[in-house]
T-cell receptor, first 114, second 111 residues
C-alpha cells in the first residue's frame, strides 16, 4: 500500500529557533501534499496545500511567512516552522495524494517548543 | 460554511456493536469518510461513501448515510480491543478536494 513517512517523529526546540519537518511518499509520486495541524482533542486543521514545483496555497489565518512549505520533488515536501514559539507546539500531519486518488497520511510529527 | 460535528467520546463493551455518529452541514459534500487514528499515529482511511449511496458494508464496518438529514454513521460489529482509537468523520466535495474533518470520537472498549 501507499506509505507516507514523516521525519522527525518528535522534536523539541527552544523558542526562537526554526524547525524543519519532512514528508515523503515512499512508494508513489505525489503532485499534491497537504499539511495539517492537530491540537489535543481537536480536529485536524488544514494549513496548506503544497503542489510540486509551485507555491503552496495557504488556508485563511495561516501565516505563510511563519510556516514555510517547499515541495521540491514529487516525493518530498517540507514544512519549516520559523522562529518557533510555545504556541506553535502541536502535532503536524502531512498527507500525500497520488492524483487523482485519495490522500494517504503520514504518522505525524509532535513539535514541542520550550 | 463547512462544519463536521461528532460526539467526542463513546464507551462500548467488547463484543458489542459500536455506533459512531456524525453530522455535516455542507450539502455539496460528495464524499464522506471515516478515518481511524491510533495513539501517536497518523490517520488511516477506514472507508468512504459517495453521496448517492445510502449504505456501504465492509466486513465488520457498516456506513449509513442519510443525505436529507446530513447524518453519517459508522457501525463496528463485534467491537474488539484493537478498535480502541479516535474515529474521525470527514467530508470533501470530491476525492481531489481538501478534506474537512470533525473533532473525532474517542472509542473506549470496556472488558
Amino acid at each position: 500500500g501507499a506509505v507516507v513517512s514523516q521525519h522527525p517523529s518528535r522534536v523539541i526546540c527552544k523558542s526562537g529557533t526554526s524547525v524543519k519537518i519532512e514528508c515523503r511518499s515512499l512508494d508513489f509520486q505525489a503532485t499534491t501534499m497537504f499539511w495539517y495541524r492537530q491540537f489535543p482533542k481537536q480536529s485536524l486543521m488544514l494549513m496548506a496545500t503544497s503542489n510540486e514545483g509551485s507555491k503552496a496555497t495557504y488556508e485563511q489565518g495561516v501565516e505563510k511567512d511563519k510556516f514555510l512549505i517547499n515541495h521540491a520533488s514529487l516525493t518530498l515536501s517540507t514544512l519549516t516552522v520559523t522562529s518557533a514559539h510555545p504556541e506553535d507546539s502541536s502535532f503536524y500531519i502531512c498527507s500525500a495524494r497520488p492524483a487523482p486518488n485519495e490522500q494517504f497520511f503520514g504518522p505525524g510529527t509532535r513539535l514541542t517548543v520550550l | 460554511g463547512e462544519d463536521v460535528e461528532q460526539s467526542l467520546f463513546l464507551s462500548v463493551r467488547e463484543g458489542d456493536s459500536s455506533v459512531i455518529n456524525c453530522t455535516y452541514t455542507d450539502s455539496s459534500s460528495t464524499y464522506l469518510y471515516w478515518y481511524k487514528q491510533e495513539p501517536g499515529a497518523g490517520l488511516q482511511l477506514l472507508t468512504y461513501i459517495f453521496s448517492n449511496m445510502d449504505m456501504k458494508q465492509d466486513q465488520r464496518l457498516t456506513v449509513l448515510l442519510n443525505k436529507k438529514d446530513k447524518h453519517l454513521s459508522l457501525r463496528i460489529a463485534d467491537t474488539q480491543t484493537g478498535d480502541s482509537a479516535i474515529y474521525f468523520c470527514a467530508e470533501s466535495m470530491n476525492r481531489d478536494d481538501k478534506i474537512i474533518f470533525g473533532k473525532g470520537t474517542r472509542l473506549h472498549i470496556l472488558p
